[in-house]
């Protein structure tokens, strides 16, 4: 038995507001928690059409299950151990822009639309100058979005009051901001009339969000234990934990907009989202994914289990400690305070977050969440940071796509793979081609926006763990390094 409106009667129906793009686990576990919340508690009175921006994903099988799931929040909440569970009913619908461009661009004459929520992941907000307005669908998500808004615009000659507040939580520097340039370069590219381009301005607020909410999504292993409490079948039981904050960076009517707060929900909508922003993304993203290569290389598979671990337990411990808060501005008790509470989130004894699942897009996270660390811990200390640099080091190996004889199934964009690719084919255990291999993935601005063999030492340092790698694997080097 599916989970849907028929056996979940209880289910209410809400007037589309929200246009969502991306049907991914962290949206359904945060932003719509938060939704529904609101609906439930406050009258938000919302419901949320998502849109699936890639050819493949789950819109089927959200809309087989009439927009629904089961989400299920466990961990430890003020030293008291929660496992909670509950449907989300305030998706109506799924939309497959893929096979149903027409139904996607209707959905711009809604009068009653009211807000933009997005995670297209880091990859997600870029300006693709293929993408034309007659592209059914553009391939990017902005592409996607700006035929979306000049639609709105056109159906309701450019009324000032049809425009939306849009909250992306991307986790990419000044997501809003980056967010309406591309749009407004798309407009550009397309030659769409100026008053459009002022429509885009003046009627839409654009605001900066940040998110924090560790969510592993999908808990294949215990599926039958879930069922079995459920009752039911459900594709799209997600799970995270307890802990949620979401800052706003918009103006101060947004607080009232979106009422977050009313239900007690971490939400703050504030001037400046700075401070929190690098905290988190220093400290816990930039954690995770400096873990990824080197505890996934050194045997093992989840983020508890790493933290657990004597040896690379010990290894981010003092990454974080030693190599990322004092790059920090914040007072010091205040990150170590935060950091803390990460290590706590990280132990969640009820949530088996795969490294795996986190070593999607690992290059363009290193570049955002880690690479800044490196930068200022030079800058501050005149000498490079070496786990850090041993996490660099350790990435590389680790896209070589192998751990003891077995596949690595990487996740990232297809030209950095390829180009990973043809750099280990020809490596074949020649010391000499590790230099050339760290050379080349370190000059590749595309990635690091600048070329990181200018970095003094920084070359030398990668090639030489490498090298140390290749020969004894992650575990014995990083056993000696942690002595
Ligand atoms: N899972 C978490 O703990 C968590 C917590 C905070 C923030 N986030 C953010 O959420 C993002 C997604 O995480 P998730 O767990 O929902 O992953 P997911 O794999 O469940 O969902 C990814 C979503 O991004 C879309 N997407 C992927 N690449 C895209 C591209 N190039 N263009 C447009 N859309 C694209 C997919 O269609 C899908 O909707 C992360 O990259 C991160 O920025 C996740
Ligand atoms: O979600 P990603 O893939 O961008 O990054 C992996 C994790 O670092 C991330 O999901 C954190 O768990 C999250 O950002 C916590 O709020």
């Known amino acids: 038995m599916k989970l849907n409106k028929t056996i979940y009667k209880e289910a209410r129906n809400y007037p589309e507001k929200i246009v969502q793009f991306g049907e991914g686990n962290f949206l359904r576990a945060f932003a719509d928690w938060t939704i529904d919340k609101m609906n439930k508690e406050a009258n938000f009175n919302s419901g949320v059409v998502v849109i699936q921006p890639l050819q493949g994903g789950l819109i089927d099988k959200l809309n087989d299950q009439d927009g629904l799931y089961t989400l299920y929040l466990n961990g430890i909440k003020d030293g008291e151990v929660v496992s909670e569970h509950a449907v989300i009913?305030?998706?109506?619908?799924?939309?497959?822009?893929?096979?149903?461009?027409?139904?996607?661009l209707a959905v711009a004459e809604n009068p009653e639309l009211r807000f933009m929520i997005s995670n297209t992941t880091e990859a997600g907000i870029t300006y693709n100058e293929q993408d034309r307005l007659e592209d059914r669908p553009q391939a990017s998500f902005p592409g996607k979005l700006t035929a979306l808004l000049y639609h709105r615009f056109k159906t309701f000659n450019g009324s000032k009051d049809k425009g939306l507040v849009f909250i992306p939580c991307e986790l990419i520097e000044k997501n809003g901001e980056k967010l309406k340039e591309t749009v407004l370069k798309l407009a550009a590219l397309w030659n769409l009339e100026n008053d459009f381009k002022v429509w885009i301005d003046e009627a839409n607020t654009f605001c900066n969000s940040l998110v924090d909410r560790i969510v592993p999504g999908y808990p294949k292993e215990r599926m039958e234990e879930i069922r079995q409490e459920l009752g039911y079948d459900d594709d799209l039981v997600v799970e995270g934990e307890p802990f949620h904050l979401w800052v706003i960076e918009g103006p101060a009517w947004v607080k009232e907009a979106f009422p977050a707060h009313k239900v007690g929900l971490n939400v703050l909508v504030v001037d400046d989202m700075t401070p929190y922003r690098t905290r988190k993304v220093r400290i816990l993203n930039g954690a995770h994914t400096s873990m990824v290569p080197v505890a996934y290389l050194y045997g093992i598979d989840t983020v508890r289990e790493s933290v657990e671990d004597s040896?690379?337990?010990?290894?981010?411990?003092?990454?974080?400690?030693?190599?990322i808060i004092p790059t920090l501005d914040l007072p010091r008790e205040e990150l170590d305070g935060f950091a803390n509470d990460v290590l706590d989130r990280f132990r969640n004894p009820f949530i088996k977050h795969q490294l795996m699942s986190i070593s999607l897009n690992s290059m363009s996270k290193f570049e955002t969440r880690v690479l800044p660390s490196i930068l200022e811990y030079e800058n501050r200390k005149g000498e490079l940071p070496k786990k850090l640099t041993f996490s660099l080091a350790a990435l590389i190996a680790f896209y070589k796509g192998e751990r003891n004889g077995e596949k690595i199934a990487l996740t990232d964009d297809a030209a950095i793979l390829e180009q990973y690719k043809t750099l280990w084919k020809a490596y074949e255990g020649k010391e000499?081609?590790?230099?050339?291999?760290?050379?080349?993935?370190?000059?590749?601005?595309?990635?690091?926006?600048?070329?990181?063999?200018?970095?003094?030492?920084?070359?030398?340092?990668?090639?030489?763990?490498?090298?140390?790698?290749?020969?004894?694997?992650?575990?014995n080097v990083l056993q000696r390094m942690m002595k």
Do not use: A, P
């Open 311 to 323: 040896v690379v337990g010990q290894f981010i411990k003092e990454t974080i400690f030693e190599e």
């Open 89 to 104: 009913d305030c998706v109506t619908r799924g939309i497959n822009t893929y096979t149903n461009y027409d139904e996607y």
């Open 432 to 475: 000499d081609q590790l230099k050339h291999i760290v050379t080349t993935i370190l000059s590749n601005e595309k990635i690091w926006k600048m070329d990181l063999n200018q970095i003094s030492g920084l070359t030398d340092m990668v090639t030489n763990y490498l090298s140390k790698i290749q020969e004894h694997g992650v575990k």
